[in-house]
């Protein structure tokens, strides 16, 4: 964007032959109508992000690092709820441990089928939040990472989506399609391989160990019998803690690709201020002319 400077149009009249004389230094200068140049009188925005210029949107490092905040608070939500409802399933294993011997009370009994009922429908609402939040912020990542490469994504967009949300599929496309994003947000050659990190492999362990735990509870719970039901509890308490260490990777695996690829956060960089100035000789003062408009 330019702006240009115009004179006004009363200080164009009494030149006389056009010729400039110079005269003493009054002080700044004053103007008999209001200068009809300037800023815009706005914030202070990203360019991309003022409307009239070309992109009327956010580049994609930009709006990563608003989606991660959101889908890593998403996520620690997550893991707290799971947490408490494996909690709650481990303490009705116990319960029912303990009745084979002895008469519970009532309020115990409804105290703890109170708790499992309500953190497992919280738990499971949250899991749909957090799987949201998630994708979109891969989805935005693979865009952010293929503008900083200046390539293509390997995969396009209905490839990631069936490869997350096809059960099946999922549990050896979920890892790849994040190992693609570590190649590319580390800026490796595209004609290499993609090798996975430790991080990333840690990930994958997880998501497969919770999808066939989850899997391995609801045919366990689907069988008839006491004790089939006595090791869906102990099953679904495993099931929540798989949760928990996968939000938690999650977390780690947002947190490092959003600063390989969006480095500049307002949390790690902080504005500079001068706070003083040392053995710096005293400017020189002059008196302020009379003539000087205030």
């Given amino acids: 964007m330019r702006w240009v400077a115009l004179v006004p149009e009363g200080a164009r009249a009494g030149r006389g032959d056009g010729r400039r004389r110079r005269?003493?230094?009054?002080?700044?200068?004053?103007?008999?109508?209001?200068?009809?140049?300037?800023?815009?009188?706005?914030?202070?925005?990203?360019?991309t992000a003022v409307q009239g210029t070309s992109a009327a949107t956010p580049v994609p490092s930009q709006r990563l690092l608003l989606i991660a905040r959101n889908a890593v608070a998403v996520l620690w939500t997550l893991?707290?709820?799971?947490?408490?409802?494996?909690?709650?399933?481990?303490?009705?294993?116990?319960?029912?441990?303990?009745?084979?011997?002895?008469?519970?009370?009532?309020?115990?009994?409804?105290?703890?089928?109170?708790?499992?009922?309500?953190?497992?429908?919280?738990?499971?609402?949250?899991?749909?939040?957090?799987?949201?939040?998630?994708?979109?912020?891969?989805?935005?990542?693979?865009?952010?990472?293929?503008?900083?490469?200046?390539?293509?994504?390997?995969?396009?967009?209905?490839?990631?989506?069936?490869?997350?949300?096809?059960?099946?599929?999922?549990?050896?496309?979920?890892?790849s399609i994040l190992a693609e994003l570590e190649h590319a947000a580390i800026r490796r050659p595209a004609n290499r391989r993609p090798t996975p990190s430790r991080l990333v492999l840690a990930w994958w362990v997880a998501w497969v160990a919770n999808a066939l735990l989850l899997t391995l509870t609801v045919v366990w719970r689907a069988r008839d019998g006491v004790q089939a039901q006595v090791d869906a509890v102990l099953l679904t308490a495993f099931t929540d803690l798989s949760a928990v260490l996968l939000a938690v990777l999650t977390v780690l695996v947002v947190r490092r690709f959003t600063k390989l690829l969006a480095p500049m956060d307002e949390q790690l960089v902080r504005p500079l201020r001068v706070l003083r100035v040392e053995n710096a000789p005293e400017p020189p003062r002059r008196p302020r002319p009379r003539t000087a408009a205030r």
Avoid: C
């Fill in 79 to 175: 893991a707290a709820l799971a947490t408490v409802a494996a909690g709650a399933e481990i303490w009705r294993y116990v319960l029912l441990v303990l009745s084979r011997d002895r008469a519970l009370s009532p309020a115990v009994v409804g105290a703890s089928d109170a708790l499992v009922l309500t953190f497992s429908l919280l738990t499971f609402v949250m899991t749909v939040f957090a799987f949201a939040a998630a994708a979109w912020w891969l989805l935005v990542a693979r865009k952010a990472a293929a503008d900083e490469s200046g390539q293509r994504p390997p995969r396009q967009t209905w490839q990631v989506l069936f490869g997350l949300l096809v059960p099946g599929p999922n549990l050896a496309m979920a890892g």
């Fill in 23 to 47: 005269g003493p230094y009054l002080g700044p200068p004053s103007y008999d109508v209001m200068p009809r140049w300037g800023f815009p009188h706005v914030v202070w925005r990203w360019p």
